[in-house]
């Protein structure tokens, strides 16, 4: 595709439930990005993939976040034991090369993600 | 933690005016960008200013930054309906690859 796409574009899950959402990067985009924005702020960073590999996961709240990016394209941000404070957007973002700090992120639609 | 901060978080204005908002950081930082958002969902890149530029122009968007002031603003010139949403600036620490943002400014312009 030619941008970075998101799913589910709406999540809404109970209490205590397990989620996946996923995202699909820009075609040869070595570098993916998690955020989280609540309402009424700005994105805040969850986890940095280069390649494969967390490259940087100091922005995951606590252990019952965790992001896999296998084959070094399509990764899951995976929620478990959910609870009502991690309702927010969830962000992707790719970027081209390994001059991360310097390389333009290209986001996706988000997934909205509501925990009743 | 948000790095930015944008003035003011609101913004009224009629079509054909200019818009100004203004990013203030704390850190050091390799670049700053600023990002559009419609409807609190995806970000569109508008423009990338590096730490040695000090002004960049793109269509009817002018950007300046001041890294002694560790500040940076945002014009858009002769706005439109269209322009209506979130503008968020974000950085690059010189050690970091994560974005930080702020909080956004909402900017409303009325035909």
């Known amino acids: 595709g030619a941008g970075v796409s998101q799913t589910p574009s709406n999540k809404v899950t109970e209490k205590g439930k397990y989620v996946e959402l996923r995202c699909d990067p820009i075609?040869?985009?070595?570098?993916l990005y998690w955020y989280r924005q609540s309402l009424g702020q700005g994105p805040e960073f969850l986890i940095y993939?280069?390649?494969?590999?967390?490259?940087?996961d100091s922005g995951l709240p606590n252990d019952r976040f965790f992001a896999v990016r296998p084959e070094g394209s399509v990764s899951t941000l995976k929620i478990q034991r959910t609870e009502r404070g991690d309702s927010a957007v969830y962000l992707c973002?790719?970027?081209?090369?390994?001059?991360?700090?310097?390389?333009?992120?290209?986001f996706g639609p988000g997934t909205r993600l509501t925990v009743l | 933690s948000q790095q930015g901060e944008e003035d003011p978080q609101a913004l009224s204005i009629q079509e054909g005016e200019n818009a100004t908002m203004n990013c203030s950081y704390k850190t050091s930082i390799n670049n700053l960008q600023w990002y559009r958002q419609n409807s609190g969902r995806g970000l569109v890149h508008l423009i990338l200013?590096?730490?040695?530029?000090r002004e960049k122009h793109s269509g009817r968007l002018r950007v300046t930054l001041d890294t002694s002031k560790k500040s940076s603003s945002l014009l858009i010139t002769a706005s439109r309906a269209a322009d209506t949403a979130s503008y968020f600036c974000a950085t690059h620490s010189n050690s970091g690859y994560a974005l930080n943002f702020g909080k956004g400014t909402s900017l409303l312009v009325t035909p």
């Open positions: 200013i590096r730490s040695n530029e």
């Open positions: 993939f280069q390649g494969t590999g967390a490259a940087d």
């Open positions: 075609s040869g985009h070595t570098a």
């Open positions: 973002a790719s970027s081209l090369s390994r001059l991360a700090s310097t390389d333009t992120q290209y």
